[in-house]
């Protein structure tokens, strides 16, 4: 782990060094005091630590609206700390069959798309809980509990998978803890689970963790020309293909999400030209276990107001009200999807594009 603390060594600064310069640590007691709090304060000791009540109560973070002027600097300087106090194993049933209990949530990174800034208010930096032995113990309960797979369905034909990255990306939160070797190595142990999660960030530090098969790792890809604009602090496409094989070599299955699918002019033919680019360049190793998820561009009017303030260029091709419509999602919220028809065409337009150039991706679900 490259020492986090603030500022950055001489010369060109690392990956690590742009995305986290911690400055400041907002800590509850219980988490600041816990052995995983101590070890994420000793990877940043540089940083000022203030304590709070509740990871939620953070009036500097949340609903401060002069945060949007500071969006990328907030995400780089600032960390919580916190303790998961409700646990559940929510069903899923499109990129797994649960969603675990969160170690993490917020993120370093900052894609324009992101719905988790809707729920935090102008700041989303990265949230780490400390309490992983209860989260990992809670998991292994409830894979007992399902028993084996009965039958097979989309997710997975044998395991039951659990997505452990649904607010943040588990690639970065490796960066701040061992939370994500902790759950890599309970997942290598349960022969009827696996772990599963979706990153835009390379982190080669994984290949160590020996998942054995037990964790699948989903690599976002979008063509070059959109990820530029709206993949703000991830890792370039190349970079993040050029992994793939060497993830399928350290023992992890490896799909793709293929998204945000956004409809603005020349979007088939750079999506065309990606997916001859993964056939080029991929190996036979990955397109034999290879599956992919189609998801199309999901927005939100409160998001669309905060990248207003920080980066408007991306509202250009990600607000289309003359394409889109209001529809609430599984968690209530109110967000903007492409209506029906030019969503229904999209999909099938990729789809047919696969099956053209690179018919060895299995696509396991589109929305």
């Not at 759950?183 to 054995?212: C, G, H, I, M, Y």
């Not at 990820?227 to 890792?235: A, E, G, I, P, Y």
Request: neutral net charge; contains cysteine; aromatic residues 8%.
């Amino acid at each position: 782990m490259t020492d986090g603390s603030a500022g950055t060594l001489a010369g060109t600064p690392t990956p690590v060094q742009r995305l986290l310069q911690v400055r400041t640590i907002y800590a509850e007691p219980a988490a600041r005091d816990s052995p995983r709090g101590r070890q994420v304060l000793e990877r940043f000791p540089g940083a000022e630590i203030i304590e709070v009540p509740s990871h939620w109560q953070i009036p500097e973070l949340h609903g401060n609206a002069g945060n949007v002027d500071r969006w990328v600097r907030v995400k780089t300087e600032t960390l919580v700390l916190g303790v998961k106090k409700s646990l559940s194993a929510r069903p899923n049933g499109r990129s797994s069959d649960f969603i675990a209990p969160s170690t993490a949530n917020g993120c370093a990174m900052a894609c324009a798309y992101c719905y988790v800034p809707r729920r935090k208010g102008y700041a989303n930096p990265i949230t780490v809980f400390t309490n992983i032995e209860r989260i990992t113990k809670y998991l292994r309960g409830h894979v007992q509990r399902q028993g084996p797979k009965p039958e097979p369905n989309q997710v997975d034909p044998y395991a039951w998978v659990y997505d452990v990255g649904e607010s943040s990306d588990v690639s970065v939160d490796a960066l701040v803890s061992e939370n994500v070797a902790d759950l890599v190595a309970t997942f290598r142990d349960l022969p009827t689970a696996k772990a599963s999660f979706a990153t835009k960030f390379v982190n080669r530090e994984l290949l160590d963790l020996d998942p054995q098969g037990r964790t699948r790792i989903r690599f976002s890809l979008m063509p070059e020309r959109d990820s530029k604009l709206l993949d703000v602090r991830t890792s370039p496409v190349a970079e993040r293909i050029a992994a793939v094989d060497e993830f399928v070599a350290a023992g992890y299955e490896v799909h793709l999400n293929l998204s945000p699918i956004v409809l603005r002019e020349g979007w088939e033919r750079d999506w065309a030209e990606l997916l001859v680019r993964l056939d080029d360049e991929l190996g036979a190793a990955f397109k034999e276990q290879a599956a992919a998820e189609i998801i199309m561009l999901t927005h939100n009017r409160e998001l669309h107001e905060v990248n207003l303030g920080w980066h408007p260029k991306a509202e250009d091709v990600l607000w289309r009200p003359e394409l889109q419509q209001a529809k609430r999602s599984e968690s209530g919220m109110w967000n903007v999807r492409y209506r029906n028809v030019p969503k229904r065409e999209g999909v099938q337009a990729v789809t047919d594009l696969i099956a053209r150039h690179a018919p060895w991706l299995r696509v396991r679900y589109a929305f």
